[in-house]
C-alpha cells in the first residue's frame, strides 16, 4: 500500500512557474514508477508525466514537453513536477498516481492516487 499527498498547488500568472510535490509513504517507493495526470472539469483525466525507478527515464505528453519537469528523490519518498512557461490551458486538478512495474502513460494503468493539488493559470 502506497499513500500519496500532493502539494504546491497555486494561482500563477501565464508565463510564470510552480512546483508540484509528491510525498510518497513506505519504505519501497522506489520500486515504484510515478507519473503525474490532470484533470479538467467534464473531461478524462489526462497523462502529463511520468518518470521510472530512476531519474534517467522520463516521458512526457507533447503539450508540456520543454516546459515541464518531472524528477524524483527516492531518499526523500518525493516526486517533483516543475512547470515552466506556464499556461491557461494547464488549468486543472493535478494528481499524482504510483505504479508497481514500467511507467505507463495510460491512467488506468496507476494503482495508487494522490487526493489532487489545483493549479490555476490566469491569462
Known amino acids: 500500500q502506497v499513500q500519496l499527498v500532493e502539494s504546491g498547488g497555486g494561482l500563477v500568472q501565464a508565463g510564470g512557474s510552480l512546483r508540484l510535490s509528491c510525498a510518497a509513504s513506505?519504505?519501497?517507493?522506489?520500486?515504484?514508477?510515478m507519473g503525474w495526470l490532470r484533470q479538467t472539469p467534464g473531461k478524462e483525466r489526462e497523462f502529463v508525466a511520468a518518470?521510472?525507478?530512476?531519474?534517467?527515464?522520463?516521458y512526457y505528453t507533447d503539450s508540456v514537453k520543454g516546459r515541464f519537469t518531472i524528477s524524483r528523490d527516492n531518499a526523500k519518498n518525493t516526486v517533483y513536477l516543475q512547470m515552466n512557461s506556464l499556461k491557461p490551458e494547464d488549468t486543472a486538478v493535478y494528481y499524482c498516481?504510483?505504479?508497481?512495474?514500467?511507467?505507463?502513460?495510460?491512467?488506468?494503468?496507476?494503482?495508487?492516487w494522490g487526493q489532487g493539488t489545483q493549479v490555476t493559470v490566469s491569462s
Open positions: 513506505g519504505r519501497t517507493f522506489s520500486t515504484y514508477a
Open positions: 518518470i521510472g525507478w530512476s531519474n534517467s527515464i522520463t
Open positions: 498516481a504510483a505504479r508497481r512495474g514500467p511507467y505507463t502513460i495510460v491512467p488506468s494503468g496507476y494503482d495508487y
